[in-house]
């Protein structure tokens, strides 16, 4: 304890000297706090953007669709899937889809398509690009023949608004089937290469025309699906409702081989097709990937930051040491050995640096609670910004999950900054300390 304090009040004999370099330590770690707050939120809204877009935040499929994407490849049980949503409180919204590759064609030229059957009246609730309608309307509910593409496919192929466009796809039956289309309106996605391909027809047109419809289907709200695509309210947090969907299938799964109530071989066949339930990182695995990649980066960034502040530092226990040459003599001569002369200038360098450390902390997540709030506005980039389907204005986040490991650096970065200067401490003479005025 009395070497704590010894070095603790020798940091204190030159103030200014020592609140410069505490000042420097604490507007580092505010700066360094304050840029991963920023950067996290700029992430964050990207990727709530692209999973707005067209991502969602999870979806289920069955096996044999992820494998093949055939038509025939319906999501069975799909009444229980939507009830295992709905009784899932973190589940807000719902949205099941009919996902069929096909032709477009207009009178100025054709492109391969990804045709998504959707139910109007769900659609919009889940994915923003059904919103973001920049000309005419989006689907409303029923089985006409309308259809909405993007504003880069519509280029493409030289149409707008009330123009005819003809679909080719392959029915059930595997034969090729032509249908005509009435564009009701364009959308503006969040991704140029979305908008070049994909675009949306009634789910019940497409299902009636491909043969997916019987008697017994036509009585539910949503009678066929290849995939249902939900949100939930926060995504980062979206595992517990994923491990409740597959427990709740797995559940089913057993109930079907326990049942002595088959109708048909065809229908346990059917009932017994296992599902795939994934998570946004799993649909788009780069979104992840840039999840991971940002946190080193911000981790890598604050090394740099602290790593200058450990040079100030180093100067300015070099300087002590020099400054203290004949004081530092007179105490090896009484008595002091090596290993608590070592001791005190590595404390010294600690607490020096671990004096600014809770001010720039406070600063920093003060900043990030304000700024979270108000949001930041960048103006001059929204044309850029737009690009991504993201707003101008970003709202940084807190991090506390980075506080801890900042502090670990800090506590490395000013070790390792004691090092050369307790060293130059150790080999000083105490005779010849001692003469130095």
């Avoid at 009246?121 to 089985?143: D, H, M, W, Y």
């Avoid at 880069?152 to 034969?175: I, P, W, Y």
């Avoid at 979305?194 to 497409?206: D, G, K, W």
């Amino acid at each position: 304890m009395s070497t704590i304090r010894m070095a603790w009040r020798n940091i204190w004999r030159s103030p200014w000297r020592s609140a410069v370099v505490i000042g420097s330590m604490a507007l580092g770690v505010w700066a360094g706090i304050f840029m991963m707050g920023w950067a996290t939120g700029l992430n964050d809204a990207r990727t709530v953007s692209l999973l707005d877009d067209n991502v969602g935040h999870g979806r289920i499929q069955s096996v044999p669709f992820e494998e093949s994407q055939e038509p025939s490849a319906l999501l069975p049980r799909l009444d229980a899937v939507l009830e295992d949503l709905a009784s899932d409180t973190s589940v807000t919204e719902v949205a099941p889809r009919l996902v069929v590759q096909a032709m477009i064609q207009s009178g100025s030229g054709a492109a391969p398509a990804m045709v998504l059957g959707v139910y109007p009246q769900v659609e919009p609730n889940v994915f923003k690009s059904a919103r973001n309608i920049t000309i005419g309307r989006f689907l409303e509910e029923g089985a006409a023949d309308e259809i909405v593409l993007g504003e880069e496919l519509a280029k493409r192929l030289e149409v707008g608004v009330d123009d005819r466009l003809v679909l080719t796809f392959q029915d059930l039956s595997g034969e090729v089937h032509s249908a005509l289309f009435y564009v009701v309106g364009l959308y503006d996605g969040a991704s140029n290469l979305l908008e070049e391909t994909m675009l949306y027809v009634p789910a019940l047109n497409i299902a009636q025309q491909m043969g997916m419809l019987d008697s017994t289907s036509m009585t539910r709200v949503f009678p066929v699906a290849h995939e249902v695509c939900f949100r939930v309210k926060d995504p980062y947090a979206v595992k517990p409702t994923m491990e409740h969907l597959r427990s709740q299938d797995s559940l089913r799964l057993l109930n079907v081989f326990r049942s002595s109530r088959i109708e048909s071989l065809e229908q346990l066949k059917r009932d017994e097709t296992r599902l795939v339930f994934k998570e946004w990182r799993s649909i788009s695995p780069e979104l992840g990937y840039a999840d991971e990649i940002m946190a080193q980066s911000l981790l890598l960034f604050m090394t740099i930051i602290l790593l200058a502040m450990a040079f100030g530092i180093l100067n300015t226990m070099l300087m002590a040491i020099l400054e203290r040459t004949r004081e530092l003599g007179m105490l090896m001569a009484v008595g002091m050995n090596k290993r608590r002369l070592f001791t005190l200038i590595v404390l010294e360098t600690l607490l020096l640096s671990f004096a600014g450390l809770p001010i720039g902390l406070l600063l920093g997540h003060s900043t990030l609670a304000v700024t979270s709030q108000t949001g930041i506005t960048l103006k001059g980039v929204e044309q850029g910004l737009a690009e991504f389907g993201m707003e101008s204005t970003i709202y940084p986040v807190t991090v506390p999950e980075f506080y801890l490991p900042i502090a670990a650096l800090v506590f490395v970065l000013a070790f390792l900054s004691a090092l050369y200067p307790a060293r130059k401490a150790l080999k000083l003479n105490p005779i010849e300390s001692m003469r130095v005025l």
